[in-house]
Structures are given as C-alpha cells and as structure tokens.
C-alpha cells in the first residue's frame, strides 16, 4: 500500500512568496489526512494535488498559524456539497475552539465530530494508528503524532511449502492469510512478523523526550527547524528547535529520513539542510508541494519527490 506524505505548507508563523502556512497530508491508499491547518491551506491543495475528500484533520495546538485555514476549508468542503462525516482531532480545548467558529462557519450539510485527545489516545484506522504524544512547547496543549502501521505477516516462501506438500495456487494464499493447509500451519513457511512503517510528526516543540521515544526507528520524521544554532537561546525562550537539534533527535532515535519544517524567513533554507546534515546526514528541507513517498523498508529508502518531478498535474478546481 501506497504511503506519502504532501507538503502544503512549510513556513513558520509567516507565510512567503514560496512557502505556506503549516500544512502536511499524509496518503495511505486512498485515505487522506491533514495535519494542521494554516491559512490559506485549502488554496494550496487546490493549486497542487487538489481538494481531496479528507477522512481526518488532526490538530497540534491551537497557535493561530496552525489552524486558521479551518473556517474556511470547512466552509468549501460545503459548498462541494461534501455529505460525509469529517472527524477533526487535537488536544483539549479543540471543541471550544470550533464553537467559537460556528459564527463564521455557519450551517454545514455534513457532520463535524470533534475529538479531543489525550496524549498516548491512539486513533485507529484501517491497518494503522494515529497516536498523540505531549511535546515541549509554550503551551501544555501542543502534541506531536505519530502515524504506525499495524506489523505485518512475514515473508511467504513457496519453496518451502511446495516441499511441505502444498500445491501452488489458493492454497498458497490460505497459508498466507493465516490457515492451515493439510496439517502445514503458516508459521512452518512464514518468515518473522514484519513492522509496519512510521511517520512521526513533532509540531512545534523545543528539544524533546517524547519525540525521541515516539520516533524510534521511524521511517520519516517530520521536525520542526524554526532557528539555526547561532540563535540557540532564542529556540530555548521561544519552546521551538534549532536544526542541528532537530538532527540530534533523529541520529538518537535512529529513523530513516528527516524532514526539516516550520522555517523562519530569517534563513534560506540550504543553511537549515547544511546544519542538520552535519549531524544527521538523511536530512532534507520540503519545499512546498514536495512529497516524500515511504516504500515498504524491503521495497527501498525514503524519497524525497520535487513538485517539479512529479508525474501529477494540478487538479482544477
């Protein structure tokens, strides 16, 4: 199955001529969910990969710059006579956030289930989780998520069930689904489980445990860089992180790729890679509208995938 994360916005709290607001999707199959919503976060989708039917929004704190495209994706998600639920998840106080909208909102042809979370409250979905965790920010209601894969059935090795007495065919799938075949159970010619994969999700946050843990062997994980180390203690007052520190989490918990976001406009953005990468070198800055895609570990490494290399074409709106 099919995983990506889409970036649609990767300024800090101010937009540029470039960047957007924070904004990402991540795709697994054909669901679709946003994490934070900056403002202007539905134009950007439309000017990319197109206003999808988003299955959940999910919320890291209530920081203006993280959520204020909210009213009015909700709004054309209505006026696209969306019918569907929509589930839109973040800490304590998101319900009070959302009445306080309602003015603006107005009436909307579809149901809005607002879940307030508390940290380590995963939410399922089909063949993963979406779990919160606290993280270390000028607010007690900031959460990172991370998004894990259930484990998966070990490697299927014919070989060996042909020379156990199964014959290729449906049978092979039985034993591969789980059953039995003519007394070969499915641990005699499957390999070990196999872990699902991981993308980990800090918000904004200075240096933190919590991620550290959260992101252990991660797949991707998507940190904020707000300052450069020359501006350390301005990223200490602030509760946000530099780029070598967002580097030092992720050599500490061994992920796969890092993904630097969340970028002042003090900085051009190949002094935030350069930074981090003398310290973890699979370090790579998104443009807006970059996607990395997530291939099984087997099947490959992380892929950073320009806008510009992209087979996709902006969908009209």
């Known amino acids: 199955m099919d995983l990506e994360v889409f970036f649609a916005g990767t300024a800090g709290s101010v937009p540029t001529g470039r960047r957007g607001m924070p904004a990402l999707m991540v795709r697994r199959g054909g669901e679709r969910m946003l994490f934070d919503c900056g403002e202007g976060t539905q134009r950007q989708l439309v000017a990319s990969v197109g206003l999808a039917d988003l299955h959940?929004?999910?919320?890291?704190?209530?920081?203006?710059?993280?959520?204020?495209?909210?009213?009015?994706?909700?709004?054309?998600?209505?006026?696209?006579?969306?019918?569907?639920?929509l589930a839109v998840h973040g800490p304590p106080g998101l319900r009070d956030l959302i009445g306080m909208l309602r003015p603006v909102i107005g009436r909307l042809?579809?149901?809005?289930?607002?879940?307030?979370?508390?940290?380590?409250?995963?939410?399922?979905?089909?063949?993963?989780?979406?779990?919160?965790?606290?993280?270390?920010?000028?607010?007690?209601?900031?959460?990172?998520y991370a998004i894990v894969e259930d484990e998966r059935p070990g490697e299927f090795h014919p070989a060996e069930a042909e020379r156990l007495g199964v014959r290729p065919g449906p049978d092979f799938g039985r034993l591969q689904r789980g059953e039995t075949v003519d007394g070969v159970a499915p641990g005699d010619v499957m390999g070990a489980p196999r872990a699902g994969r991981k993308v980990v999700i800090s918000g904004d946050t200075g240096p933190s445990d919590a991620v550290r843990v959260a992101a252990?062997?991660?797949?991707?994980?998507?940190?904020?860089?707000?300052?450069?180390?020359?501006?350390?203690?301005?990223?200490?007052e602030t509760a946000h992180s530099t780029a070598r520190q967002a580097a030092e989490v992720a050599a500490e918990a061994d992920?796969?790729?890092?993904?630097?976001?969340?970028?002042?406009?003090?900085?051009?953005?190949?002094?935030?890679?350069?930074?981090?990468?003398?310290?973890?070198?699979?370090?790579?800055?998104?443009?807006?509208?970059?996607?990395?895609?997530?291939?099984?570990?087997?099947?490959?490494?992380?892929?950073?995938?320009?806008?510009?290399?992209?087979?996709?074409?902006?969908?009209?709106?």
Do not use: C
């Not at 919320?59 to 909210?70: A, E, S």
């Not at 042809?109 to 919160?132: Q, W």
């Not at 002094?271 to 099947?299: G, Q, S, Y």
């Open 56 to 85: 959940a929004v999910f919320l890291t704190h209530f920081h203006l710059d993280h959520w204020l495209g909210i009213p009015g994706l909700l709004k054309t998600f209505a006026l696209r006579d969306r019918d569907r639920p």
């Open 216 to 236: 252990h062997r991660a797949d991707l994980l998507v940190h904020e860089a707000t300052f450069l180390e020359e501006e350390r203690q301005r990223a200490a």
């Open 255 to 317: 992920v796969r790729m890092l993904a630097l976001v969340h970028l002042s406009i003090r900085y051009f953005a190949r002094d935030i890679r350069d930074e981090a990468r003398a310290t973890f070198a699979n370090a790579v800055v998104p443009r807006d509208f970059d996607a990395i895609e997530l291939p099984f570990p087997e099947r490959g490494e992380p892929r950073l995938i320009r806008w510009d290399e992209r087979d996709t074409e902006p969908v009209p709106s």
């Open 109 to 144: 042809p579809y149901d809005i289930r607002l879940v307030e979370l508390e940290p380590g409250e995963a939410v399922r979905g089909d063949g993963y989780a979406v779990a919160p965790f606290r993280v270390e920010h000028r607010t007690p209601r900031a959460f990172g």
